[in-house]
DNA sequence: CCCGACGATACCCGCCGGGTATCGCCGGCC
DNA sequence: GGCCGGCGATACCCGGCGGGTATCGTCGGG
């Protein structure tokens, strides 16, 4: 199977439609379909149900369309991993997250002996695992329990306990330290939502979120409260209140990247890490 | 990037000679020298240094190496998987381990609603993690702490003592139990070796083994004594003797499958094994 | 009942993957 | 030191495949 051939494959299946797959390929739609058919002989089985109106997938195609996805990000990887070695690697981290700590971790790495220019690529929350699994990332910061590690190899660097966030006004922001049971029933200040894995929302009230200082405006707008590891005290404006919540579960930190590639750069940021 | 050029790369890279691995190709040696090179052209880097006697690899052609390998075993994994969609699926368990559990999980899920068929593919140990990234499975029962479930999605099932098997008449076969301590210095009986990750053999003392028959027979020609889980009590001939380790690390059997292939027929199985 | 949307088919062209023959380079050996 | 042999690169040729345009067949809907 040629990547060519998956590419084609998971744009029909994406767009169930060979004329928007055949525009989205840059190609025309003949070809397209002859390029599905022959992978579907050479599969030994169909993959896409087509009547003159619409076209579905059966269910060697929803296997494929997420095999193939997979597949093809990571020949992706192996791309632009390629492209850059040597140049560096590139650490991804939430923008707004652990900025101290960040910072302490770029200055303990370059003064390795043997270190490398690490670009720092901020991106939203949940994006680092896609940015690991397809190559645009080779290592990245991630906090547990929010992000999932599944297909990572993962080193536990520090844990913190959590604070609740709110509008420096706020009745309840002099009391010395909460319960989560407070702090999730707090009137008119509802809970943000964050993306989970896959960056999908999870239903609910509250406003959806997808960057630190998106939300920390929320806050100071009076419109959200918010639980955040304890080390987001650094960037609250005078605006903002932290109260710690004594029964919030911990959050850890822990540095991760995939586990085929064990580059030499990369192995010294995690000991520069694991030494902090 | 196609995969055809990734194919060549890797078997370039390995032999190191355009020559052998053009044969083993089964291409001649030109144009496998013209697609390299092309790749190189297209990838902006040299991956490697050719001098007229030796082939070498640069940094950009280990990355290479690494990354087209693990992506290979992706794109071999989704032509696999997609070929025997809706024909069942392959939950690999280590030969001789676990036997009777394994029995009652199939019977627990084939009591399942719409539960198709599982072929049962018994491998080497350590062989699994490949089997289920390369697709030749969608499933398979590991042992905690000895296999590595690095990228891979997990559900714990069961947690288990470890006892050492002796040869019938070993002096210390009648003891009621024993330390770590006392086994590993056990006089004449080495440990045998065990493939890690990888399926490299540990250097040391001690014959090497790589399946559960082969170490059950050295064991009763007194060549050998090994820990293993409790469980193995089942398949023990009567001229082998298990004796409880007091001190032993626990073994825990899980369940794991690769985290993009939530396949229906693999989270039915789950669920049936979670449930026992 | 006809139209229009959509996938399949027919047919053509140019490039690329593959083959054979040969070159150029260099290390080792007589 | 010159010849040989091993190895990767180059030159050149062919066939098939990827891609394009034109058109057909089949439905569903107005």
């Known amino acids: 199977m ?15 439609h060979f004329g928007r797959a055949a525009e989205r390929l840059g190609i025309a739609q003949p070809p397209l379909s002859r390029a599905i058919q022959r992978l579907e002989r050479r599969l030994g089985v169909t993959l896409l149900e087509r009547s003159s109106r619409a076209v579905s997938l059966t269910e060697a195609g929803r296997v494929l369309l997420a095999e193939g996805r997979a597949a093809l990000e990571a020949v992706e990887a192996a791309d632009r991993r390629t492209r850059r070695a040597g140049a560096g690697f590139v650490l991804a981290a939430k923008a707004g997250a652990s900025g101290e700590f960040l910072a302490k971790l770029l200055d303990a790495y370059a003064a390795e002996p043997g270190a490398v220019e690490v670009e720092v690529l901020l991106c939203g929350i949940a994006e680092q695992e896609r940015l690991l699994r397809d ?100 960037q609250l404006g005078h605006d903002l209140v932290a109260v710690p919540v004594s029964d919030a579960p911990t959050v850890t930190t822990v540095i991760a990247w995939p586990p085929q590639s064990r580059s030499r750069a990369v192995a010294g940021l995690v000991r520069a890490a694991t030494r902090l």
């Open 2 to 16: 040629e990547t060519r051939e998956l590419r084609y494959y998971v744009a029909v299946a994406e767009e169930l």
């Open 135 to 234: 190559g645009r990332a080779d290592v990245a910061l991630l906090h547990l329990p929010f992000d999932s590690i599944v297909g990572l190899d993962t080193e536990e660097l520090r844990t913190e306990t959590q604070v609740v966030v709110l509008p420096g006004g706020h009745p309840l922001s002099t009391r010395p330290s909460l319960t989560l049971a407070e702090v999730t029933a707090l009137p008119g200040l509802p809970m943000p939502r964050w993306p989970g894995p896959g960056g999908v929302y999870p239903p609910g009230p509250g406003p959806e979120v997808h960057n630190h200082t998106q939300l920390l405006q929320l806050i100071s707008l009076g419109r959200a409260a918010a639980l955040l590891p304890e080390s987001c005290r650094a």
